[in-house]
């Protein structure tokens, strides 16, 4: 055996030649797997799948004719773009194989772009120059960006779009949270443009707190905000009963009066236990409509109302009732900047409110707080914990500056480096992970971090993490003509007399005009040529309701007869659509053909009420009285094109011919059935 | 025997005999023709001690360091086809020959490793030349075109090095010509001459690959001819063989 | 051909085969060449064929390596994400480990700076040509100014916290003083370090300093260039 081993070897490298000879074949047939290894590429495996899928099926043939092999490539360098997804992904255009499950095959669903013209990776990230699944599809050390996880998809579209898109809930969403909870209080998010996002809460002023609440309500507020109010925004900074103590110390301690001089009259209040008094107040209560802003937990535990304004279940522990007079008198007095309307009350009302709202108590909420006399020591250190905690990034507080820059700015975050993060053990390394954990707990990242817990659903972390993601740094690199700017905030303000009562009454809180405003109540810019003015003045006088299915309405503002004539005189005059002329009058048309038409061809009794009796649509507004309140012009044009006056209305583009408008008009202009009273529920 | 006739009349052709003049025989003289009549093989000479043919002598090393050389030649010019130096244009350059490019993986692989184990095979035949002795006196000055080599063969594969434009050849770049800055009095002024700049980007990039590509190789290649021929010039290969016990 | 000849020689007559050829006749020695069995062999085509084994060898080992492991690729360069640590390329890890203990002029400028020099004035100085034991002449002199080289270089390693240095820099030098101490009976591995000049000395300490940095740079270092164990991976 070892002779005959012997004697190959001999023959193979007994001399320079005969090893040169072997050799190079060796070499020849070791580089031969070079080539070899080409044949074997995956994505050439996933087309012959491919093929050999269409080639049994009814459309095979057009499938077939449409394929293409080799590397299929999107190539967009203005986006940055190199997509090779389509050589696995050979079937994204081929809605015909709706039904096929296994990826790759899988048609693309429809959605408004061209993927031609987008390419893959900008929604779904990952690495589109690869053509491996392992690459295209995970972090790997040559290209850090995996693929997006489907359920953050929306975040993408939020690099191009910066206004709220209807196919984009969950990122909307996040980004209404991002504002509305008061991350951008200590968080810096700025647009590609450079515009930072701002919050759309309004953390109270702390500077006259004291003359607010008690000292025992602020500790347990501060360490648990959602024991006080379920849909309280504050999150909870896990503060230790030491902690509490000493913040709520020098949170009384800062504040100072905020009206000098002498002691405030409090009008008489109606006793605990007059239930009579007590439900005139719940009255008043909701004549005013405060469940507009308000949400109260009723005995059911069911939450109704609104969240413009804080949650007042349990607001009768809570407040003092000097305070709450004086606030419910004119809110500005203690808080300038405060979105709640001034009611122009009378003072038997305000103690009738204060009577329903001191009714509102939790008899468990406050019943272990007990605290003693604050000492110097426990001040300063409270003070010292309200400049650590940031708690001035949000809230006003005498003798804490407010701090520009508090958190790490999150203008870039979804494209943040892995390098830069510091994860948690165990936990998966990818950046929506990160986030999700963050929001989530934050304190798993270490005890000593700042960042508060916030009490959000799973859906609602989603959201926050999509709008997150979204603010990647190729957003910064896409061609501006790409990029759907936000509207500019509006600093509109109306000028005059009206303007100031416009202001008192706070209507921005509510309506939008001139692109200012909520988006709570109807916007009003174009409010002057749509109504009558004889309408419009008892509607502000004595709100009812147009849509009987709203709960949050129009509240009652006490106005004068000269206030209402002010306002009505320059909504009139002012806020009038260019449109049409307003000075034009209407034509008339055939009435009867009109209804006709309202109950035949264009049924417009499957949203609308005229008679209460019979119809049963709920969704546009009441037509009853639509003659007394609408200009006929401003009908006939809206029949024409509602879109035109109103961008995003629900009303249908009926493209109406005048003829058929101007009856409809004419008709609806004969509907004048008198004002129900007391009509608000 | 058809072949090998064919061969036969095919060297003995005019044409072959006009490009290859030393003809066909196995005679030493023939054998002397062939490397003399070379314009390459003339660098080295007709006959070598059998001694210095012995692994033990030196363990090929310096072979081996011109056979990575050549691997590194034809390598680098078949992945010149398909490199841009531009940001980040070179970057994807990589992402092409990994993902499309037939062989393209290979093909990089090969070139980035042979440059590895080139330095690796340099560094060693310096030390084995050392320990041999073959630096005295009479190749004194050839190793002084070693040390030449040397230098060119880290300063070829630093100028590599930074062509992919991925993290790691930024900060490695980064990281080295910050050293260079160390130098006192025109130390920054050397940087900004390598770099053309005062930091690493693009115009670095292009720098690095025309001294990568043309300038470095061109060099060596000069350097390289004076080695071998020195080889022969200074006696052949020192085996090393010591004149008593 | 025209060597000095200011010491004993003989010459090998056959100057076509060995064109400089010095035999020198040390004390200890005879000046008996040994005959040796010294044939030649033609370039063409045996030392080419040998010289293509040898490369087809390297070329083979290369290209099943390269058909097995990728070269390294990492991310798209951003300056303004800064890798730790950055680390250079693996040949010049040596230096890198050299300025994290030095100045960058001393680590970065100064030593290699000498240390190219040294390898360029090699051949032209301490060649010691007769294969003379290092210690037999000059002994007091030598140990009085080696000692305090090697004491100097100690402390300058010891000051800097270069321990990385400084052990091999102990041992060599350990290793070469020992031969200044005469052995009553050398073994044969004693009298083959007697017998090396200083420049073998010298060389030994740099290849070994050498490895054990780049060793130390390339497996050893982690974020912030402090010392990890290669197999303690993150």
Request: aromatic share 10%; with cysteine; net charge positive.
């Amino acid at each position: 055996m070892t002779e005959k081993i012997r004697t190959a070897w001999k023959f193979l490298f007994g001399d320079s030649a005969r090893a040169f000879g072997s050799l190079s074949v060796v070499l020849v047939v070791m580089l031969a797997v070079v080539p070899a290894k080409d044949h074997f590429r995956e994505w050439l495996h996933y087309q012959h799948e491919y093929q050999s899928l269409i080639r049994n099926r009814s459309d095979g043939v057009s499938l077939a004719r449409r394929f293409q092999g080799g590397v299929q490539q999107i190539w967009l360098p203005e986006l940055d773009v190199v997509d090779r997804c389509a050589t696995c992904h050979s079937g994204l255009k081929e809605a015909s194989l709706a039904g096929v499950a296994a990826q790759p095959f899988r048609p693309h669903p429809p959605i408004p772009h061209s993927l031609t013209e987008f390419g893959c990776v900008m929604c779904h990230r990952g690495q589109g120059f690869a053509t491996t699944v392992e690459d295209a599809h995970s972090s790997t050390k040559a290209w850090e960006q995996a693929i997006l996880p489907a359920r953050y998809v929306e975040s993408s579209c939020g690099q191009c779009h910066e206004r709220p898109l209807e196919g984009t809930p969950q990122l909307n969403a996040g980004r209404d949270m991002l504002a509305r909870y008061g991350c951008v209080h200590c968080h810096k998010i700025a647009s590609p443009e450079g515009r930072v996002m701002t919050a759309t809460d309004d953390p109270p002023s702390l500077a006259h707190v004291a003359e607010k609440t008690t000292r025992e309500w602020i500790f347990a507020w501060i360490k648990n905000p959602q024991a006080y109010a379920t849909t309280a925004t504050m999150p909870n900074f896990q503060l230790s009963d030491e902690d509490a103590r000493d913040i709520s110390a020098f949170l009384i301690n800062q504040s100072t009066p905020y009206i000098a001089g002498a002691p405030r009259k409090t009008p008489a209040v109606p006793k605990q236990d007059d239930t009579a008094a007590v439900q005139q107040g719940s009255s008043v209560y909701g004549e005013s409509f405060c469940a507009s802003c308000h949400a109260m937990q009723n005995a059911a535990g069911l939450m109704t109302g609104g969240n413009i304004g804080p949650e007042l279940t349990r607001v009768g522990s809570k407040v003092k009732p000097e305070w709450l007079a004086d606030w419910l008198r004119n809110p500005k007095v203690y808080d300038p900047e405060t979105a709640m309307p001034h009611y122009r009350f009378e003072e038997k009302d305000v103690g009738l409110v204060m009577g329903f709202l001191g009714s509102k108590t939790d008899s468990d909420f406050l019943k272990d707080v007990h605290m003693d006399t604050a000492t110097a020591a426990q001040i300063a250190h409270g003070k010292t914990l309200v400049s650590e905690r940031g708690c001035a990034s949000c809230h006003e507080i005498n003798g804490v500056a407010h701090a520009d820059n508090f958190a790490p700015e999150l203008t870039a975050v979804g494209s943040l480096p892995l390098a830069k993060i510091l994860f948690a053990p165990g936990m998966a390394h990818t950046v929506p992970d990160y986030i999700s954990a963050k929001i989530r707990n934050p304190r798993s990242f270490g005890n000593a971090l700042k960042m508060p817990k916030f009490t959000l659903s799973d859906s609602q972390v989603d959201s926050l993490v999509t709008a997150l993601l979204a603010q990647t740094t190729r957003a910064k690199t896409l061609p501006a003509t790409l990029r759907i700017q936000a509207a500019p905030p509006s600093t509109y303000q109306p000028a005059g007399r009206a303007g100031q009562l416009m202001t008192d009454m706070r209507c921005f809180s509510c309506h939008e005009i001139n692109g200012r405003g909520g988006s709570m109540a109807p916007e009003l810019t174009w409010e002057g040529s749509s109504v009558q003015r004889g309408w419009l003045v008892s509607f502000l006088k004595r709100p009812n309701t147009l849509r009987p299915t709203l709960i949050r309405r129009m509240p009652k503002f006490n106005m004068t007869d000269e206030e209402a004539s002010v306002l009505a005189d320059y909504i009139m005059t002012v806020y009038q659509t260019a449109a049409f002329d307003g000075a034009a009058k209407f034509a008339g048309g055939d009435s009867a053909h009109g209804k006709d038409l309202y109950y035949g061809k264009y049924a417009c009794n499957s949203c609308h009420i005229l008679d209460p009796a019979k119809d049963k649509g709920y969704i546009g507004p009441t037509l009853t009285e639509v003659g007394l309140r609408l200009n006929p012009e401003w009908i006939f044009h809206w029949l024409k094109n509602a879109q035109a006056l109103r961008p995003g209305t629900l009303e249908v583009n009926w493209n109406m011919n005048d003829e058929d408008a101007r009856a409809i008009t004419a008709f609806l202009m004969e509907q004048k059935a008198a004002p129900r009273k007391g009509a608000s529920r | 025997m058809k072949l090998s006739e064919a061969v036969v009349g095919v060297r003995n052709s005019r044409v072959w005999r006009s490009v290859f003049r030393a003809g066909t025989g196995d005679t030493n003289l023939h054998r002397s023709l062939a490397v003399q009549q070379n314009v390459f093989m003339h660098l080295a000479s007709v006959k070598v001690r059998r001694r210095a043919l012995d692994f033990g002598v030196t363990w090929y090393l310096g072979t081996l360091s011109l056979g990575c050389f050549l691997i590194l030649v034809v390598t680098g010019i078949l992945l010149m086809l398909y490199y841009h130096p531009s940001v980040p244009q070179g970057y994807a350059d990589m992402k092409d020959l990994q993902f499309v490019v037939s062989a393209g993986v290979f093909l990089r692989n090969l070139h980035r490793w042979s440059a590895h184990a080139m330095v690796l095979l340099v560094f060693a035949h310096m030390f084995k030349v050392f320990y041999r002795g073959a630096y005295r006196p009479p190749r004194e000055f050839n190793w002084v075109v070693g040390v030449v080599l040397l230098m060119l063969t880290l300063f070829l594969s630093y100028t590599g090095y930074l062509l992919p434009w991925d993290q790691l050849a930024f900060w490695a770049i980064t990281v080295g010509s910050n050293i260079m800055s160390a130098v006192p009095l025109m130390g920054a002024k050397t940087r900004f001459l390598i770099l053309g700049g005062n930091t690493v980007n693009a115009n670095a990039l292009l720098r690095f690959y025309v001294l990568h590509c043309v300038i470095l190789p061109l060099i060596a290649v000069v350097f390289l001819a004076v080695h071998f021929w020195r080889i022969r010039k200074d006696g052949g290969l020192h085996t090393g063989e010591k004149t008593h016990e | 051909m025209s060597e000095p000849k200011d010491f004993t020689a003989s010459m090998d007559s056959d100057s076509h085969r060995t064109p400089v050829r010095v035999a020198f006749v040390t004390r200890r020695t005879s000046p008996h060449v040994e005959a040796r069995d010294d044939k030649n062999v033609m370039t063409y085509p045996e030392v080419l064929l040998r010289a293509a084994v040898a490369v087809e060898v390297l070329l083979l080992g290369l290209v099943v390596w390269s058909l097995f492991w990728d070269a390294p690729l990492e991310g798209l360069a951003d300056p303004m994400l800064t890798p730790n640590p950055a680390k250079a390329p693996w040949y010049f890890l040596g230096l890198q480990e050299l300025l994290h203990y030095f100045p960058p002029v001393v680590g970065g400028v100064i030593i290699p700076t000498l240390v190219v020099m040294a390898l360029i004035v090699i051949p032209y100085f301490g060649i010691n040509i007769e294969a003379e034991g290092f210690w037999i002449k000059d002994r007091e002199k030598k140990m009085r100014v080696l000692g305090s080289v090697a004491v100097a270089l100690v402390a300058f390693l010891a000051w800097f916290n270069v321990y990385a240095v400084l052990i091999p820099t102990v041992l060599i030098a350990g290793i070469m003083f020992l031969g200044a101490f005469a052995s009553p009976k050398p073994g044969r591995l004693r009298r083959w370090l007697d017998s090396k000049p200083l420049s073998f000395w010298i060389m030994s300490w740099f290849l070994t300093a050498a490895i054990i940095l780049t060793a130390i740079g390339t497996f050893f270092r982690g974020a912030g260039w402090a010392w990890v164990m290669p197999w303690s991976a993150e």
